[in-house]
């Protein structure tokens, strides 16, 4: 009596299976914890320009690591700064983690 079943309950578990993959790669992005406040001190002295870069959550693959804000060497022209973020290039499709880095 059950094997006349069992290929429709097969059937029905990959369809499920696909629903979910499908479902992740269409619902929205993982956020990362809120930004930790922090106090900018005053630039150490150096002979060349500095820039403040904010602090800000690393995806380490696994989970999420925060990095302190810190004054680095100013390379290329701009001084604003795009935290780390998730995001999907199509959808469906998967969500990629993208690090925080200077906009040009």
């Known amino acids: 009596m059950l094997r006349p079943i069992l290929p429709v309950a097969a059937a029905a578990l990959l369809v499920l299976t696909g629903c979910q993959q499908v479902s992740d790669q269409v619902a ?3 956020t990362q914890p809120p930004l930790q406040s922090e106090q900018r001190p005053l630039p150490p002295v150096t002979d060349y320009e500095q820039v403040w ?3 800000d959550w690393i995806w380490n693959g696994t989970g999420y690591t925060w990095r302190a804000g810190a004054w680095i060497k100013r390379e290329g022209p701009s001084t604003q ?5 998730w ?6 499709g998967p969500c990629a983690w993208v690090p925080g880095h200077w906009l040009s």
């Open 28 to 30: 929205a992005c993982p």
């Open 53 to 55: 870069r904010p602090g």
């Open 81 to 85: 700064w795009l935290p780390g973020h």
């Open 87 to 92: 995001e999907r290039a199509a959808s469906p």
